[in-house]
T-cell receptor, first 111, second 114 residues
Framework: GQQVMQIPQYQHVQEGEDFTTYCNSSTTLSNIQWYKQRPGGHPVFLIQLVKSGEVKKQKRLTFQFGEAKKNSSLHITATQTTDVGTYFCAGLGDYGQNFVFGPGTRLSVLP | SAVISQKPSRDICQRGTSLTIQCQVDSQVTMMFWYRQQPGQSLTLIATANQGSEATYESGFVIDKFPISRPNLTFSTLTVSNMSPEDSSIYLC???????????FGDGTRLSIL
């Protein structure tokens, strides 16, 4: 079945540094979503990517969908302590019925 | 986005008992899902709750252990039956307006079994 992997598992950065998490799927994806979960909170939808090579920006966050539609990345510029949390990607396979969540990348930001 | 109310927020239960978790949405939604999340882990889909029919379960989850109801487009319940310590987890409901649409999650139910 479809598998979604994310690296790194953990990332500790100093406030102001950049951060990137990578998401890879074992199969081609029709679309991919990104979620953020704060400690003690529930996942919150950030964005959805559908087109090959698509790039979307939300303030300091940049999301990219790979040309082959099997990988994606989330880049945060100049991290802030409010960025702390776990970032999950979730992919929907071409023939999938439901999104499969990756294991997540836990981001810590040191002030 | 939809406002989702999930109850209870947490519970401590005895081994062998059952607990029913409720998920109420403030508007009609097409799809409702139930997930399990172990602390520090990812989300695992238990089942899709189908309105007026039996839920669609993912591999490793069965109806006898996790019966689900969805009597209308705004409400669903998940029962965790005959609980054991291995069932200690966070259970989350989510809703979306379609297969390719964003999911919105409830606050979750933190369940501990003694």
């Amino acid at each position: 079945g479809q598998q979604v992997m994310q690296i790194p598992q953990y990332q500790h950065v100093q406030e102001g540094e950049d951060f990137t998490t990578y998401c890879n799927s074992s199969t081609t994806l029709s679309n991919i979503q990104w979620y953020k979960q704060r400690p003690g909170g529930h996942p919150v939808f950030l964005i959805q990517l559908v087109k090959s090579g698509e790039v979307k920006k939300q303030k300091r966050l940049t999301f990219q969908f790979g040309e082959a539609k099997k990988n994606s990345s989330l880049h945060i510029t100049a991290t802030q302590t409010t960025d702390v949390g776990t970032y999950f990607c979730a992919g929907l396979g071409d023939y999938g019925q439901n999104f499969v969540f990756g294991p997540g990348t836990r981001l810590s930001v040191l002030p | 986005s939809a406002v989702i109310s999930q109850k209870p927020s947490r519970d401590i239960c005895q081994r062998g008992t059952s607990l029913t978790i409720q998920c109420q949405v403030d508007s009609q939604v097409t799809m409702m899902f139930w997930y399990r999340q172990q602390p520090g882990q990812s989300l695992t889909l238990i089942a899709t709750a189908n309105q007026g029919s039996e839920a669609t379960y993912e591999s490793g989850f069965v109806i006898d252990k996790f019966p689900i109801s969805r009597p209308n487009l705004t409400f669903s319940t998940l029962t965790v039956s005959n609980m054991s310590p291995e069932d200690s987890s966070i259970y989350l409901c989510s809703v979306s307006r379609g297969v390719n649409q964003p999911q919105h999650f409830g606050d979750g139910t933190r369940l501990s079994i003694l």
